[in-house]
């Protein structure tokens, strides 16, 4: 469960599941492995899992790799099925993610509510404070 407070946007905070990640990843080699990761940061950080688009040089700068073994890597990460996926919108995806940014920016919504509902409610004029403002007089203190 996302944890979110009105001040913390969907994007402050990515859940990460690391024993699925490294069930997913094994045997994999590590430049795969960190591309990946790479690849899940932007997907939630910088494009709020709207969809990568199908760039070749934008999604190998994404992966910091070589060009020499970005082949390679494109196949394994790029995979249509494990790990992302391409919809009808040409956009590559990663399910799991979009999911979790589905969940977060509910409860971001819901709390930004709460907030503005509990900020609304404190700061309200208060109309026994009218009232107090025009008594004639204070009470004196107790000696």
């Not at 070749?56 to 992966?63: A, K, M, N, Q, V």
Request: aromatic share 12%.
């Amino acid at each position: 469960m996302v944890c979110l407070n009105a001040k913390m946007k969907p994007d402050a905070y990515m859940p990460f599941y690391w024993m699925e990640f490294w069930h997913a990843v094994e045997g994999l080699p590590d430049q795969s492995i960190v591309a990946y990761q790479r690849v899940l940061s932007n997907y939630w950080h910088q494009n709020h899992c709207v969809g990568l688009r199908d760039d070749d040089e934008f999604l190998r700068r994404i992966c910091r790799c070589d060009r020499d073994d970005w082949e390679a890597v494109r196949d394994t990460i790029f995979d249509n099925d494990r790990f992302m996926t391409q919809d009808a919108d040409g956009l590559w995806h990663q399910k799991r993610a979009q999911e979790e940014w589905i969940h977060a920016s509910a409860a971001y919504e819901k709390a930004l509510i709460r907030a503005k509902a509990g900020a609304a409610a404190r700061w309200k004029p208060n109309k026994n404070k009218a009232k107090l403002k025009n008594a004639s007089s204070n009470a004196s203190s107790i000696p």
